[in-house]
């Protein structure tokens, strides 16, 4: 027997996986396991940025139709209100999106529901009058997966404005 020295480094031994060449394909299972995480993440910040994107828009276009709506203004062949909404729904810019539940309510006319439309008279609100514009909408998800995490497969925001009326011709309370 040699000595120590002779012998040369000692060598741990090899895990018994290795030793019989079982560790074949362990970077493709990282790569898929790696991959998925960050997959999943990266549409995660997708979904983050496009629905913080619908949010601002839809409150950019809420807040221009409460612009409009305090000057009194309507469209020749809509009423105040069908002109409000309209007003709103050119300004939104984010596919499935809609104007059509937008609630008008102003102080002393009452409110405007799209399901209840009936005593809607006056919901634009007078000159003077302070006239609030709200409009709640759920965003689908791009990504199926994530969206499964909200209880209406998508996010429900609400985007609101609220102004006075400057002093217009009061025939256009409509």
Do not use: H
């Not at 203004?73 to 729904?89: D, K, L, M, W, Y």
């Not at 609630?103 to 529901?113: H, R, V």
Request: glycine share 10%; charged share 10%.
């Amino acid at each position: 027997m040699l000595p120590l020295e002779e012998a040369g480094p000692i060598l741990p031994l090899k895990s018994g996986a290795s030793r019989f060449g079982s560790t074949k394909g362990q970077s493709s299972v990282e790569f898929a396991v790696v991959s998925t995480v960050f997959l999943l993440l990266l549409f995660a910040v997708m979904d983050y940025g496009w629905l913080m994107f619908a949010q601002m828009n839809v409150r950019q276009a809420v807040d221009d139709g409460g612009r409009y709506a305090s000057t009194g203004q309507e469209n020749g062949a809509n009423t105040r209100v069908q002109s409000i909404i309209s007003t709103v729904q050119n300004e939104i810019s984010v596919a499935g999106v809609s104007a059509s539940n937008l609630q008008i309510c102003s102080a002393l006319g009452g409110c405007y529901n799209p399901q209840n439309k009936s005593g809607t008279l006056g919901a634009a609100g007078a000159p003077g009058d302070t006239v609030t514009l709200t409009l709640t909408s759920t965003l689908p998800l791009m990504t199926p997966l994530i969206g499964q995490f909200f209880p209406t497969g998508g996010y429900t925001f609400t985007a609101s404005a609220t102004f006075k009326n400057e002093p217009f011709n009061p025939s256009n309370t409509d």
